[in-house]
């Protein structure tokens, strides 16, 4: 596949996807607290997306995946399938919204904290936020996309943590992965180098533990191979003339 550079009339379809994956996720969070299943999470989102925004939610179906968001808590890194599993005070939870609109796609992703946080999930939730914005400030015209992962990498590691290397950001548009790929890790000056009109996530996965990963029997969740717990942010992020564009910014992020 190559790299799309988007149009202006192509830019403005991925502005209205990027906003209605942000308004699921504002519209999801008073329903993220104890004794909530991941399911009833997903049902609430499938709904919402179909009914109210009147969008497709990506991930439903995509390559067999059976639900329409995706719910990783704890030490689960990544692509975690909603089920009946009740959420517990202390658990973090990422949720992951895909939606279609008019042909294009929206991506963005938050934790949450269920209750009151223990200190390290406090500190891995923060920590992979702040990498995410680290990667973000560094997208303009002629940025590397390794200074994208050299600036996640090196914040991430000098504070302890370890950055998932399996996993990875992913240009967007008409469809849900297209290239480049999007690493977390890397060394300044080095790889592709961005253009205006280009789209495409950034979303480090940060373990408190190694960054080894395995995949479920499930052959979706991604959990930390040592049990380590796990935190992940994503935008989707168009390159300006100037700088960037975070297409899914939630009305709390302005
Ligand atoms: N939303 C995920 C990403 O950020 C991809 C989920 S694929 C699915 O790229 F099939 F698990 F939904
Ligand atoms: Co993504
Ligand atoms: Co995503």
Redesign the pocket.
């Known amino acids: 596949m190559t790299i799309t550079i988007k149009t202006p009339q192509e830019i403005e379809k991925m502005r209205v996807a990027g906003k209605l994956a942000a308004q699921v996720l504002e519209m999801i969070a008073p329903y993220v607290k104890a004794g909530v299943s991941t399911e009833a999470l997903d049902q609430r989102c499938h709904d919402y997306i179909v009914n109210i925004q009147k969008a497709i939610p990506?991930?439903l179906n995509?390559?067999g995946?059976p639900k329409s968001i995706?719910t990783s808590v704890n030490h689960q890194v990544?692509?975690g399938i909603p089920s009946q599993k009740i959420l517990k005070k202390g658990d973090i939870i990422n949720i992951?919204v895909?939606v279609i609109k008019d042909g294009f796609h929206g991506?963005t992703?938050k934790m949450f904290i269920i209750g009151k946080p223990s200190i390290q999930a406090k500190r891995v939730v923060e920590i992979s936020h702040k990498a995410l914005f680290l990667g973000i400030e560094q997208v303009k015209p002629g940025t590397k996309l390794g200074d994208i992962g050299y600036a996640i990498q090196h914040y991430v590691e000098a504070n302890h943590c370890s950055v998932v290397r399996d996993y990875c950001g992913?240009g967007i548009g008409r469809q849900?992965?297209e290239d480049p790929q999007v690493l977390h890790y890397g060394q300044r000056n080095t790889g592709l180098s961005l253009k205006a009109g280009m789209t495409f996530?950034i979303?480090p996965m940060v373990n408190i533990g190694g960054h080894q990963v395995k995949l479920l029997k499930d052959d979706?969740t991604v959990v930390t191979k040592d049990h380590s717990l796990s935190a992940q942010w994503?935008h989707t992020i168009l390159v300006t003339d100037t700088a960037y564009e975070i297409l899914t910014l939630r009305n709390e992020e302005k």
């Open positions: 990506a991930p995509y390559r995946f995706c990544c692509h992951d895909t991506d992703s992913h849900f992965h996530t979303e979706w994503e």
